[in-house]
């Protein structure tokens, strides 16, 4: 896509918004088939195994038992790994939970413009539809205070795909995926890649927010939370895979260390660049009817 035209609050199909943020590093709720069914194109999201080698999202059922008899059902994710042995039976199974695969992370165009992945709600979305969030200087939690974290972002266009639609998300809250921005209710992350939970940060709100709890955040400048995200990001991340701390550098760096900020936003066409990252490229069309 070219770059997107700003947006106006009060244009038709333009909403008023805000943004969190959290990498549990589950399988994807748009990686279960159950969830997929209606998308035009059907496209179901990738899901990777412990080592982030691309698995299948879903399989055939291996029993033929009264309970779940021809049923295609995703693979298990590693925040809710309980039936693994049963997936032992699968054909070509290798033996992992599934997981959110690492290039799923936040990918900088330019100062301006970037793309990611979110959580959105349920009222709202539906698997691979894309929004356009354009931030605005406001902070959900705090209105009416501006900081500078806020004001440094606003303008910034963040376009995003869903592939997750969460309980705990509200309508108009995307809720992006950045890895080490917070495990939130559930976590694959810390085991799949040999951490602590704490290593992570605060559950809601990850590193940054573990980095705002240390100062006083009305009076602290930007470069200071900026410079104490990006030397939790390499202590946690020097060791593992690129991809992670990229993505976790993207909050300092692209993001401004801006916490929960506001946005407009409306439905918009999916970069060529989200849509090649969620696409499983095991499935590629939809299942065939069982019976």
């Known amino acids: 896509m070219d770059y997107p035209p700003p947006l106006e609050e009060g244009e038709p199909g333009v909403k008023v918004g805000w943004a969190s943020?959290?990498?549990?590093?589950?399988?994807?709720?748009?990686?279960?088939?159950?969830?997929?069914?209606?998308?035009?194109?059907?496209?179901?999201?990738?899901?990777?195994?412990?080592?982030?080698k691309e698995m299948p999202a879903y399989y055939l059922h291996p029993d033929a038992g009264p309970y779940w008899p021809g049923t295609y059902l995703g693979t298990p994710s590693g925040c809710d790994p309980h039936d693994m042995a049963m997936w032992a039976k699968a054909p070509d199974y290798n033996g992992s939970a599934a997981y959110t695969c690492w290039d799923m992370i936040p990918h900088v165009v330019n100062d301006t413009l970037a793309y990611a992945f979110a959580a959105t709600s349920m009222e709202e979305s539906y698997c691979g539809k894309c929004f356009q969030l354009q931030f605005d200087g406001g902070d959900y939690?705090?209105?009416?205070?501006?900081?500078?974290?806020?004001?440094?972002?606003?303008?910034?266009?963040?376009?995003?795909?869903?592939?997750?639609?969460?309980?705990?998300?509200?309508?108009?809250?995307?809720?992006?995926?950045?890895?080490a921005g917070g495990l939130g209710a559930f976590d694959g992350f810390s085991s799949q890649i040999g951490v602590a939970k704490s290593d992570l940060g605060a559950t809601m709100g990850g590193l940054l927010s573990t980095c705002i709890s240390g100062v006083d955040?009305?009076?602290?400048?930007?470069?200071?939370?900026?410079?104490?995200?990006?030397?939790?990001?390499?202590?946690?991340?020097?060791?593992?895979?690129?991809?992670?701390?990229?993505?976790?550098?993207?909050?300092?760096?692209?993001?401004?260390?801006?916490?929960?900020?506001t946005h407009i936003y409306k439905e918009t066409e999916c970069p060529q660049y989200l849509t090649d990252k969620y696409r499983s490229t095991i499935h590629t069309a939809k299942p065939p009817p069982l019976y």
């Open 141 to 179: 939690f705090n209105p009416g205070r501006p900081r500078e974290t806020h004001r440094a972002l606003k303008g910034k266009i963040l376009v995003v795909l869903s592939s997750n639609v969460g309980g705990d998300v509200g309508k108009g809250q995307f809720d992006i995926m950045i890895p």
């Open 21 to 52: 943020r959290y990498w549990d590093g589950c399988k994807s709720h748009c990686s279960r088939p159950e969830h997929v069914e209606n998308t035009q194109p059907w496209a179901i999201c990738r899901n990777c195994d412990k080592n982030n």
């Open 217 to 261: 955040y009305f009076k602290t400048t930007m470069d200071v939370l900026q410079e104490c995200v990006r030397e939790k990001c390499h202590k946690v991340f020097d060791s593992k895979a690129k991809d992670l701390l990229n993505g976790c550098l993207f909050i300092a760096d692209w993001y401004m260390a801006a916490d929960n900020p």
